[in-house]
C-alpha cells in the first residue's frame, strides 16, 4: 500500500516505515513533552491526522492516508515501549526522529519541504491542544523544547517562511 506512495517510489520498504513513524513521534514526543498525553492533545492530533487526508498537499494526501488509520493506537503502542522516565522518553524519540533526515533528502524538494513543513505544524498543533484559555498561551515549556523539531534538518524552498510559522507560535 505505502510503495504506490506517489513521491516516495524510490525509498525502500524500510524507509517509508521510517517517515511513516515520524508523526506517531512527534506527537508523542511534543504532547507528552510534559509528562504524558492527556485526552485533549489525543482528541486533537487525531482529528489533526484525519484531516490531513485532505487537506495537505496533493502529493501529502496519501501519506496522510496512511498514517491517520488507527493514529491514536500507534501513538499508544509507541508510548507502550517507550521509557516511563520523560527525559529519557524525549531523548530516545529525539534520536529517532534524527533518523530520518537522510530520508528526507532523499525525496524531490517539493515532496520534502510539504512533508518537514507539515511536521513543523503538527508539533506546533500538538503543543497548542490542551492549556491555556482557548489554546491561546497553551505550550508549556517541555513542549516549547520540541516545538520546531530541532533534530530535522529544515528542508525548504526559498519562498517558504518557516520562520512565520515558528514566530506565530510564539505569538500565541
Known sequence: MWTMLEGFQHLSKEEI?????????ITALVAGADGEIDPEERNWTDRLMRARTY???NLLQEYYRVVSDG???????????LPDDTEARNTQLAEQLEAINPIMAKLDPDTGSALYKSFVVL?????KASGGFLRIGAVSA??????????LTPITHEEDDLDAIWDEEEQD
Open 142 to 151: 517541555a513542549e516549547h523544547q520540541w516545538v520546531k523539531l530541532p533534530m
Open 123 to 127: 508539533a506546533k498543533e500538538a503543543a
Open 17 to 25: 516505515d521510517t517517515l511513516m513513524q515520524a508523526p506517531v513521534q
Open 71 to 81: 493514529f491514536l493506537e500507534k501513538v499508544d503502542k509507541l508510548m507502550d515501549v
Open 55 to 57: 487537506s495537505q498537499p
